[in-house]
């Protein structure tokens, strides 16, 4: 069972767990920009603490998982409560296939990068990998938190044997604390994605109170640059009919270019180059080169026809 402090709304005593009153670790009493604290459970794996502090804000309540070393080094991440629902059957889906008791399932490909298990959690401008790995310390989980709007990353590490004390913990505060905010469960395709050119595309399926949507992110990496735009899935087909007619008229206008270019070259090489005088004399005989400047008389021939004429 993990260990809880802080505080929870209205007002449960110490005696079920989670104590009164707005103190709590590091929540500084009230809603500042990171939130107002309303519970905070933890649990020691190892050499590490971990921290699952519920929070609330202007945009409803969230998670913020800390991993905190001895010597203070601390990783964290932010999760919504949905978000936490998520990762908790995922991590009942890794228990489930056997992976949780001494390391990989029996049979089960270990991947050249040690990755054993692995699966992708989208949410508006985030993504979460959770991965089970393996090194030459041993079976880990990792949870990383990829922000598309920066290309930012940060992961939280998790022992083997901390991972059922780390699906307890989420389990209490989906329990207890996620009730009306998790969003509607929708079914949505899986979201897609490719690199070319030095940029990442993202194409992640949505929906809202107006219908389903698929959002478009472009993302340079190396400057964090990021451009997104969103279709409603009925304007769909005739985004993809306008890049398609775009491309084949590329492809034509480009083919074209191809062939006059190749047409003209060989047209130039079917046609004799004319050879100028100089050129022309090089190749004659000095008689004939003679012949050619007395109107093609002879020397002989030039001579009595001079005579002739005076």
Do not use: W
Not at 109 to 114: D, R, Y
Not at 282 to 293: C, G, H, Q, Y
């Amino acid at each position: 069972m993990s260990e809880t402090s802080g505080s929870e709304k209205g007002g449960r005593d110490r005696n079920n767990g989670v104590r009164e009153g707005g103190g709590g670790r590091g929540a500084g009493g009230g809603g500042g920009r990171g939130g107002e604290e309303i519970a905070s459970k933890s649990f020691m794996i190892q050499s590490k603490r971990f921290y699952l502090d519920v929070k609330e804000n202007n945009r409803g309540r969230f998670v913020k998982l800390a991993e905190v070393a001895l010597n203070g080094r601390k990783n964290r991440l932010f999760m919504s409560m949905g978000v936490c629902k998520n990762i908790k059957e995922v991590l009942d889906k890794i228990e489930k296939e056997g992976h949780t008791a001494e390391g990989p399932k029996e049979g089960v490909e270990v991947k050249e990068n040690g990755t054993i298990f692995t699966e992708t959690i989208i949410n508006d401008k985030r993504r979460y990998y959770i991965d089970l790995r393996e090194n030459q310390r041993g079976v880990f989980l990792r949870v990383t938190q990829f922000e598309v709007q920066t290309g930012n990353r940060n992961s939280v590490a998790l022992p083997l044997q901390g991972i059922g004390q780390f699906r307890d913990a989420l389990e209490e505060v989906v329990d207890e604390f996620a009730e009306g905010y998790i969003d509607e469960v929708v079914d949505l395709p899986e979201s897609q994605s490719f690199r070319t050119d030095g940029k990442n595309f993202y194409f992640d399926p949505g929906h809202n109170n107006r219908g389903d949507f698929l959002k478009i992110t472009e993302l340079k990496p190396s400057i964090g640059v990021r451009n997104t735009i969103a279709l409603s899935v009925k304007a769909i087909p005739q985004f993809t009919q306008v890049l398609n007619k775009l491309y084949e008229d590329f492809q034509n206008m480009r083919a074209l270019a191809v062939d006059g270019a190749e047409n003209s070259a060989a047209g130039n090489s079917a046609q004799p180059k004319e050879e100028n005088a100089s050129a022309k004399d090089a190749k004659k005989p000095p008689a004939a080169i003679e012949e050619s400047k007395n109107g093609g008389n002879t020397p002989m021939e030039a001579e009595e026809a001079k005579a002739q004429k005076t």
